[in-house]
């Protein structure tokens, strides 16, 4: 895991950091996703925050090993090494980012996945299908800009972190004559 990168402070915002967030994925190999923290106070209770995290999906890992599925241990490894612990992990609202960043392959406009976790003692458990919402993208684009989420390749420059290379790079090196 990277240092959180600490984003210029945002009226309305009580948190926000950015920070890449390493796991070991349900399918076996180490994998990685830009994890953006946005947190404000709970209007009901001010020493409570209410949390969203935003998980990006980055290109070059192997296939199957997205975020989507293995999203309760991406979750649970950002609750254990990016939330605050006075968060209560069943209160945050998970969402899953996708766009041009996620995959080599020409993709259509960003997207944004929520999904409904459930905590259970010390760890989330794996959704059904039916606990995600894909966000239509005038609703991801109104999600973003008031959660102020910056532009996914403005946040991996400013990060102090190498990487994977995407698979297209890794195809150009292994390609036959």
């Known amino acids: 895991m990277t240092p959180m990168n600490r984003v210029p402070t945002t009226p309305g915002l009580a948190l926000a950091g ?13 994998t990685s996703c830009l994890a953006r923290l946005r947190g404000t106070r709970d209007p009901h209770s001010p020493d409570r925050m209410r949390l969203t995290v935003v998980l990006s999906e980055l290109s070059g890992h192997p296939r199957g090993h997205y ?3 293995d999203i309760a241990g991406a979750a649970t490894t950002a609750v ?7 968060v209560d992990p069943a ?13 080599p392959d020409p993709s259509g406009p960003e997207t ?3 999904v409904e976790l459930d905590w259970s003692i ?6 059904g299908w039916d606990s995600t919402v894909l966000l239509d993208p005038g609703q991801t684009q109104a999600l973003s800009d008031e959660l102020h989420l910056q532009p996914v390749d403005e946040v991996l420059a400013a990060l102090p972190w190498d990487l994977p290379q995407p698979r297209r790079a890794l195809a150009k090196d292994t390609a036959r004559p």
């Open 80 to 86: 254990r090494q990016l939330v605050p612990g006075s």
């Open 112 to 114: 944004l996945t929520r």
């Open 122 to 127: 010390d760890r989330y458990r794996t959704p």
């Open 67 to 69: 975020v989507l599925s």
């Open 18 to 30: 950015d920070a890449i967030l390493s796991w070991q994925h349900r399918y076996g190999a180490e």
């Open 91 to 103: 209160a945050i609202t998970w969402l899953v980012h996708h766009g041009p960043f996620s995959t």
